[in-house]
Each structure stands twice: as C-alpha cells, then as structure tokens.
C-alpha cells in the first residue's frame, strides 16, 4: 500500500504559532541577523511547499519525470520561436490550464512568476521603450529636447511586452516543472538526458546540505539569543558575532564535506550516482508528447499563417 507523507499546514503557514493580536502595536526594528535567518526559513518553506505540491495527484505529476521535462522543454523553445504576442499569451494560457489541472494553488504560481519577472526583466526592459533608445511613433511625452518629443514609443512597447511575454511563458513552463516534480527524479531524469554527472553531483549535494548548514546557523542564532538579556542591538559585538559564525560556519563545512565523502567510498561511491527505480513511460505520457508536439506546431503554423 502506498501511502502519501503531507506537510503539515502549520508548518507551511507565515509566522506559524504566533497569534495575531501579537502582530498589533509598535513594530521594533529588527536585527539584520534575524532578517537572514528569516529569509533562510522563508527559502525553507517554500522548498517544503514544492516537496508538497509535486506529491498531490495531479496531471503533470503523474508524468514520468524525462517525458515531462523533454515535453515543458520543447514548449519553452517553441517560445523562443513565436514572435507574436497573442501566440505567447495562448501559450502562457497554456501553463495556467496544466497548473490548474496539476492542483497547483493559482495564487502561489502566479506569485512565484510575476515577483521575479517585473524586477530582473522589466528593469532591462524600460530603457528600450524610450524613443532615445527605440525610435518610433511617441505615444506617451516626457520631455522635450531641441523641439523634438521623447518618450515611450509604440515600437519599444511592443517590443518590451513581446520580450516580457516570452520571458513570462518560460518561466511559468520552468516552475511548472519544479514544483510537481521531486528535486531527485528531476535531477535523475537530467542525467537520462545526458546532463554531466559531475554538474548532476554537485547541484544534488549543494541542495541536500544547504537546508543542513541553514540548520546549523539557526541553532548557532537561537544559542546567542538565549544567552542574551534584553533586546538585540546592532554594534560592533553583533557583527563579530557574524563573522565568528561564518568563519565557525566555513570550518564545519569543510569538515563535514570530507567526512560525506569519505561515507559515500566506503558504500561504493566511483563517481556516478545510482539511481535504484527508474519509472518507465505509459501511455499517458505518450499522450501527453503527442498534446505537446501538436501545440507547438499549431502554434507556429498558425502564427506563420496570419503573418505573426
């Protein structure tokens, strides 16, 4: 009998076990160690969600993991290759339909893409959409320079929300596969694809130990503030305290680095990593290749078809 291990929703939850009339009142500032620390739980948390949203019985976590990585794969290039915007919203429309069909919460995704999409690319975006880096027709007047009208252009805004678009769908496809899909079978199905076994080694180690030491800086945090009387202060001590425990932090990863390695040769480690059952394809996933080839194709014939 198969049986499902589920996070448990308080521990998921933000500021779990604090009651909300704790919340009310003066705020004090807070320490930039505990601001890490929070961050650090935060990252936590979020990886557990991933853990727990690519274990419910949905429609892309009943792929087997290289036929949903080669099929999300073969979408993210066909956005690569659409130059129109409504042929990227269709597909865009498209991740939204698997994500929903998955059981992924619509307001976790939606949140994961557009909170990193509007920093890293509308920054690069903005200058293109200027008539001092794109000419074209000024549709929107900031200033005047020799008698001449600049601003943003219709040509630099269709630009930036074609690139926007693009950016957007390939994202949407990436975190689609992270999170119905187990760090380990996703790791595993990259090498069955010919990934570097040392790239696969290294990406698999850094992700199992980061939470470990992440761990070790918590209970190293947690022990000051037990020993510290009254509230936490920002000096010269505390920056001590940070470089002490990084340095302190640094030494205990080298230690622990040479005794994993020296665990992993004595049960047989020769430099390639085992994988003990690999899922063979069903017919689902044949289904589920032919869907995806079909779309892309559609959507490139359709594109060419109206001059897109």
């Known amino acids: 009998m198969t049986t499902t291990a589920r996070t448990p929703d308080w521990l998921l939850a933000q500021d779990a076990g604090i009651c909300p009339c704790a919340r009310s009142g003066r705020r004090r500032k807070v320490s930039f160690v505990r601001k890490t620390l929070t961050g650090g739980s935060d990252l936590l948390r979020q990886v557990m969600f991933s853990d727990e949203t690519s274990s419910r019985p949905g429609l892309l976590q009943r792929l087997e993991p290289r036929v949903k990585l080669l099929g999300l794969l073969a979408l993210v290039v066909t956005a690569a290759f659409l130059r129109s915007i409504p042929a990227l919203l269709a597909l865009y429309a498209l991740t939204l339909v698997l994500a929903a069909l998955s059981r992924l919460p619509l307001r976790f995704f939606l949140l994961r893409v557009w909170l990193f999409v509007p920093i890293f690319s509308g920054i690069v975006l903005i ?23 600049h601003g943003f252009t219709s040509q630099g805004l269709t630009s ?10 390939s994202v949407s496809l990436v975190v689609l596969l992270t999170l119905s899909t187990p760090w380990t079978r996703l790791l595993a199905s990259l090498r069955a694809l010919g990934v570097p ?11 199992r130990y980061l939470f470990l030491l992440l761990a070790s800086v918590t209970d190293m945090y947690q022990a000051r503030a037990s020993r510290t009387i009254g509230s936490e202060k920002h000096d010269r001590k505390a920056r001590a305290f940070v470089a002490a425990s990084a340095g302190a932090l640094f030494g205990r990863t080298m230690a622990m680095s040479e005794e994993v390695h020296q665990a992993m040769t004595a049960r047989g480690y020769r430099g390639d990593a085992k994988v003990l059952a690999q899922p063979r394809p069903a017919v689902t996933d044949l289904v589920f290749a032919i869907a995806v080839a079909l779309v892309a194709a559609g959507l490139l014939i359709a594109e060419r078809a109206l001059g897109g």
């Open 127 to 149: 200058p293109a959409t200027l008539s001092v880096v794109t000419e074209g027709d000024v549709v929107w007047t900031l200033w005047h320079w020799h008698g001449k009208a």
């Open 160 to 169: 930036a929300a074609l690139v926007l678009s693009r950016v957007t769908t």
């Open 197 to 207: 076994r040392m790239f696969i080694l290294i990406i698999g180690m850094a992700y």
